[in-house]
């Protein structure tokens, strides 16, 4: 292995777990960002439709998937001008993420930057292909050196903040004047309460110029299909068939009713528009419950979380949270700025976020 990996940091809210368990009304889990909501009959009804297919899927995805995923960028989002051919879909993000710098053929003499505030597995896929790993918000702080890639994610995990116009267009011009490749992680862009969050390939943002920039999109929160595993990544055509090769080759392939399941999701906006309603109320609710129990919510405009803190260390509210029998996580999960923060995740049942709204008054 390139690099020793981190401990997987939930195995160490074991205890925590076991203290919420024990609550009279049982635990309210606000620890991770799973969806707990049915899938839509429509997508269902489009994994069944090719069930019975016993060939090989393709690893660049059906035509009809990768049309609906340009339509679906362009109808959601307002990105304009990508290419069918440049839309590539994933075992979930979380693969795809995980394994492109090895895939984009970075190794030892290469930075990678990731957010100061970031997912793990950003840091994980660095790992993995043994490179540099820097974590730096404002890029003036690398100075002249150049970097091989540059990790973004807005709507961010954990902190829910929107990067803005402007900063998003200085990422992409220090990353062109450089040689860079921008990764964006968009995961959460349709899921924006607050503002007007962005895709790295929104024409305000690059120009209509996707060269250099891949963004990263999941269905797993808009469509509750984290159990599908069903993500893509679009951008630049060059990049895109680059890791199509690569892909290929390792046997990289998304099954066939998983991409019949995506094109459905992609083509409907119904069930989505629907879902993000479902999740807008639970964040009412949570978020008075939250501020009404004396803590401070920074950023969290948009997103399935909650950053929260009273000015204490993380793992003290984590177990004040405990003994009400709710989980959530430590923010020293997501680096050493998130020690004074907790995420709260909106990922919960009607009942269950009443619950953990009760449990805090």
């Given at each position: 292995m390139a690099a020793s990996l981190p401990d997987f940091p939930w195995d160490s809210l074991t205890a925590a777990k076991e203290k919420a368990a024990a609550h009279p009304d049982g635990i309210v889990n606000l620890s991770v960002g799973t969806p707990v909501d049915p899938v839509a009959p429509i997508i269902r009804d489009a994994l069944l439709a090719v069930a019975e297919v016993p060939g090989y899927p393709t690893t660049h995805g059906t035509d009809e998937l990768r049309a609906a995923a340009v339509g679906a960028l362009a109808r959601r989002y307002g990105v304009t001008g990508i290419d069918e051919s440049a839309i590539l879909p994933a075992v979930g993000t979380k693969e795809m993420i995980a394994w492109l710098p090895s895939l984009l053929g970075l190794g030892g003499s290469d930075l990678v930057v990731i957010p100061e505030l970031a997912y793990p597995t950003y840091e994980v896929g660095a790992l993995l292909a043994g490179t540099r790993i820097i974590r730096a918000d404002g890029l003036n702080r690398l100075g002249p050196e150049g970097a091989a890639l540059v990790f973004v994610n807005s709507p961010s995990n954990p902190t829910g903040k929107v990067l803005g116009l402007e900063h998003l267009r200085k990422v992409v011009d220090w990353a062109r004047s450089r040689d860079a490749i921008v990764v964006s992680d968009?995961?959460?862009?349709?899921?924006?309460?607050?503002?007007?969050?962005?895709?790295?390939?929104?024409?305000?943002?690059?120009?209509?110029?996707?060269?250099?920039?891949?963004?990263?999109?999941?269905?797993?929160?808009?469509?509750?299909?984290?159990?599908?595993?069903?993500?893509?990544?679009?951008?630049?055509?060059?990049?895109?068939?680059?890791?199509?090769?690569?892909?290929?080759?390792?046997?990289?392939?998304v099954p066939l009713p998983i991409q019949s399941a995506m094109t459905a999701a992609l083509n409907d906006d119904a069930h989505e528009n629907a879902q993000r309603e479902l999740y807008r109320a639970r964040r009412e609710i949570l978020l008075a419950a939250v501020r009404g129990a004396g803590f401070t919510v920074d950023h969290s405009e948009a997103g399935l979380y909650l950053w929260a803190g009273r000015g204490e260390e993380c793992r003290a509210t984590v177990d004040w949270f405990a003994e009400r029998g709710i989980l959530v996580a430590p923010g020293e999960f997501y680096g050493p700025g998130g020690v004074q923060h907790v995420r709260i995740a909106l990922t919960a049942s009607d009942e269950r976020i009443a619950a953990a709204a009760r449990r805090l008054a």
């Open positions: 968009e995961c959460y862009l349709g899921l924006t309460w607050e503002g007007e969050a962005l895709s790295v390939l929104h024409p305000s943002v690059c120009d209509g110029d996707h060269t250099n920039l891949l963004a990263v999109h999941s269905l797993s929160k808009t469509s509750n299909l984290a159990s599908y595993r069903a993500g893509f990544v679009t951008g630049d055509a060059g990049l895109v068939a680059d890791l199509l090769e690569v892909r290929k080759h390792a046997g990289m392939m």
